[in-house]
């Protein structure tokens, strides 16, 4: 008897208070057992101790139970609003935590809850029936979407926790009509889809294997420089970049299986920990050694002899160079007072070269400014070149009194541009004409005016009327009486110039003339271009090459011209070139603007 007591006690000492059948149980055999022993003895004072902790149990339940009878009471108005809106997924949840309740409790409150209970258990079971008929259709639809899954070729981590997804639909729609034999199925497609998973999670599983190996090689690695580090003489910057690149190590060579990283994690975070002590340890000393040089420094700014201070500074500047590193924040403060400490030894100094170099710089704007001036006279016409001779002369004055020799660098970049363009300049002034060959300019120009107003008159008559009115206007006596150039060629081009315009009896007679001297000026232009080494329009190509060997054969035997030779060659035939017509305005411009460029290619090489 007094085992079955304790088998009683050790099933209340399980039991809850919430397990109303279980403490109805055990009341009944306790009572069974109470009045079949005697009362005063061990085993009716055993009985008596269970019975006290049964009824404080009991009493507990009571009050459960009344709780318990109320909360049903409220499913059962949640389970009627669910099965009169047709919520099965509401009712049935309801439905089954109901009976939970009623099984829970017991007596008259049971009966009356069941009685109340059984009034919708009808179309509980209705609905139940449909919700298993849904559940079958669901669970076929879900059979087609197993099947349809191999198609997608989605990647082996998306299609495996896909597989997993359908398979928690699949429990979650609970029976249905032929279960087993839908489940059969639905297993069968599983396992064909999940087939591609197989070999992708078996490769992970070797290279989860690989990476566990490569941790620890790297555990090996940091044991070993662990054991060869001086404690005395930390490269607090090589540790720190260890540690970086053993971290970057340790994370490219991941995933590792949890179940076996957990000791080799603990060993590599105690090496990675011991080694950052080292270097916490050497950072704290290279502050202490910046703090004392930082204090040598600030004691060297009371010396009166600033070049033993400046003697000394730069030997603690060596020894700064020599520290490794702080943390950021220490060294920017010591490094602050340090550099400002050196700022003031150094001041005196940095000063007096301050002001040599504002000096230079005031000079090189000076000697760029003459230069420019300098540069300037080449823009010049040649009569503005020419009056200009003293005030070149006075540039060139000034840049050499302004020049520095401490410029060095600078100062000769400065004379070789002064010396390029004196060259130009003088190249320039020697090409200038004189003055009888100003005159000469002046005289063409004067024969040639008349010429140019009558070509434009004949080139804009409309009519055979206005043509000869204008050669009728134009004076060849008074034409023929202007002063002659003195040149003989020059001369008679421009006295064929006059007799062509004149004997021109039509326009068609004109535009043959015209021809005529687009053609020498043409041939004027080629032979400047061949002489001053000047490209010339493909298009003239061929007239190029045969004048080219004409000048061959009218030289062969002769001295090469020098380049004053073909300065002049090339100024004359510039005058030449006006003195032929009649030619169209852009025609001219043309090929008076060609010459021009030769000219200037010979001037300013």
């Excluded at 179309?123 to 449909?130: A, C, G, M, P």
């Excluded at 070999?199 to 690989?210: D, G, N, V």
């Excluded at 090409?431 to 009558?454: G, I, N, S, Y």
């Amino acid at each position: 008897m007094a085992e079955t007591l304790e088998q009683l006690a050790a099933e209340l000492d399980k039991a809850s208070h919430k397990n109303s059948t279980t403490l109805n149980n055990l009341r009944r055999q306790l009572r069974t057992l109470a009045r079949q022993s005697d009362p005063d003895s061990d085993v009716g004072r055993r009985s008596a101790q269970i019975k006290e902790t049964l009824d404080g149990l009991l009493a507990r339940n009571l009050d459960y139970q009344k709780q318990l009878q109320q909360r049903t009471t409220e499913l059962l108005a949640t389970l009627k609003t669910a099965l009169e809106a047709g919520q099965s997924e509401q009712a049935l949840p309801t439905w089954d935590r109901i009976q939970g309740n009623i099984s829970n409790t017991s007596g008259k409150a049971r009966r009356a809850l069941q009685n109340e209970a059984n009034k919708y258990k009808a179309e509980v079971l209705k609905l139940r029936d449909w919700k298993i008929f849904a559940s079958t259709e669901k669970k076929k639809e879900l059979l087609g979407r197993m099947q349809a899954l191999p198609a997608a070729a989605l990647p082996p981590p998306q299609l495996s926790k896909r597989i997993r997804e359908m398979h928690k639909e699949w429990q979650a729609l609970g029976r249905s009509h032929d279960n087993e034999s839908l489940w059969k199925q639905f297993k069968t497609l599983s396992d064909a889809a999940y087939e591609p998973c197989k070999t992708y999670f078996r490769e992970r599983k070797q290279l989860m294997a690989q990476n566990l190996v490569r941790r620890r090689e790297l555990c090996e690695a940091l044991d070993a420089e662990l054991a060869q580090l001086d404690s005395d003489n930390i490269d607090v910057a090589a540790l720190g970049r260890l540690l970086k690149e053993s971290d970057a190590t340790w994370k490219q060579n991941a995933p590792v299986e949890q179940a076996k990283i957990k000791p080799l994690q603990k060993r590599y975070f105690g090496i990675v920990n011991r080694l950052r002590k080292l270097r916490k340890a050497a950072i704290r000393h290279n502050a202490a050694a910046k703090q004392a040089l930082v204090d040598r420094a600030t004691q060297l700014c009371a010396l009166d002899d600033n070049r033993q201070a400046m003697a000394e500074a730069r030997e603690l500047q060596k020894a700064w160079q020599a520290l490794g590193p702080t943390t950021f924040k220490d060294d920017k403060t010591l490094w602050t007072g340090f550099r400002a400490a050196c700022d003031q030894i150094f001041g005196k100094q940095r000063e007096q070269t301050e002001q040599m170099k504002t000096r230079l710089r005031e000079t090189e704007s000076r000697l760029d400014a003459l230069l420019n001036e300098l540069e300037g006279l080449l823009r010049l016409d040649d009569e503005a070149l020419r009056q200009a001779r003293s005030h070149y002369q006075a540039l060139l004055q000034d840049f050499s009194a302004a020049l520095d020799p401490q410029l060095r660098k600078s100062g000769a970049r400065f004379v070789d541009r002064c010396n390029d363009l004196k060259r130009r300049i003088q190249a320039r002034l020697s090409a200038l004409p004189d003055k009888k060959q100003q005159a000469l300019q002046e005289a063409v120009a004067a024969r040639v005016a008349p010429l140019l107003e009558l070509e434009e008159k004949l080139l804009a008559s409309a009519d055979a009327g206005a043509f000869a009115a204008a050669l009728a206007e134009f004076d060849t006596a008074a034409w023929q009486s202007l002063d002659a150039t003195g040149n003989k060629a020059i001369d008679a081009q421009l006295a064929q110039r006059c007799t062509a315009l004149t004997a021109a009896g039509s326009a068609q007679d004109l535009a043959s003339v015209q021809r005529d001297a687009v053609e020498r000026l043409r041939d004027l232009c080629i032979e400047v271009e061949i002489r001053a080494d000047v490209s010339t329009p493909a298009s003239e190509q061929g007239r190029r090459m045969e004048l080219q060997l004409a000048q061959l054969k009218e030289a062969f035997g002769q001295s090469k011209p020098t380049r004053q030779d073909t300065i002049r060659f090339a100024q004359e035939a510039e005058l030449m070139a006006r003195c032929v017509g009649p030619l169209a305005e852009a025609e001219r411009d043309h090929y008076l603007g060609r010459l021009r460029q030769a000219l200037q290619k010979l001037i300013r090489p």
